[in-house]
């Protein structure tokens, strides 16, 4: 279910994670115990993605909305928990998925414009652990040969296809 807050530049860091988020669920990746290096890559490029655009949020100056406010934004839902077979994959997504409620559900989302610097620094924290998880334990752990447990899970499924996704 989507959810709804009053600060634009909280509603464009959640969509930022979200769509991360399924980028993660539907990478090659997710069907195999290896993490490939494209999806490494990936992941690293969606992590200073959400880092730059913290740091934009913080470099603005605070944005006087009375008209604006309160306004009502909605933000795509997380996606639902999936067990895909790379436990990489899963642990990433739960670490966006941290990311993520902890943007739309801090102090920041009631705000027209702007974060509180508690709440960059909680979005901060969870990106950098998530960058400390790929460099410290999926380049270091992965990938695990499991010829008798695999597969556990079924596929996650193709990305989007076509031209309209969304049936418009």
């Known amino acids: ?42 992941l690293s490029s969606y992590l200073d993605s959400v880092d730059f655009a913290v740091n934009w949020i913080e470099s603005l100056p605070e944005l006087d909305l ?22 990489a994959i899963n642990v990433a997504c739960d670490i966006l998925r941290a990311c993520y409620l902890e943007t739309v559900n801090g102090q920041s989302a009631r705000r027209s414009a702007g974060m509180s610097p ?20 999926v380049e270091n752990a992965l990938p695990l040969d499991l010829p008798e447990s695999s597969p556990m899970e079924a596929n996650t499924g193709p990305g989007n296809t076509g031209i309209n996704p969304g049936g418009n």
């Open 118 to 137: 508690h709440d960059i620094k909680r979005v901060r924290d969870v990106v950098a652990h998530c960058r400390d998880f790929l460099t410290e334990y």
């Open 66 to 87: 009375p008209e604006t406010s309160p306004r009502e934004y909605v933000c795509e839902d997380f996606p639902a928990e999936v067990d895909a077979e790379n436990e």
């Open 1 to 42: 279910m989507p959810v709804t807050v009053n600060n634009f530049h909280v509603r464009f860091l959640a969509d930022k994670v979200h769509r991360f988020g399924v980028e993660l669920i539907k990478s090659q990746s997710a069907n195999d115990s290896q993490m490939k290096p494209a999806d490494r890559t990936r």
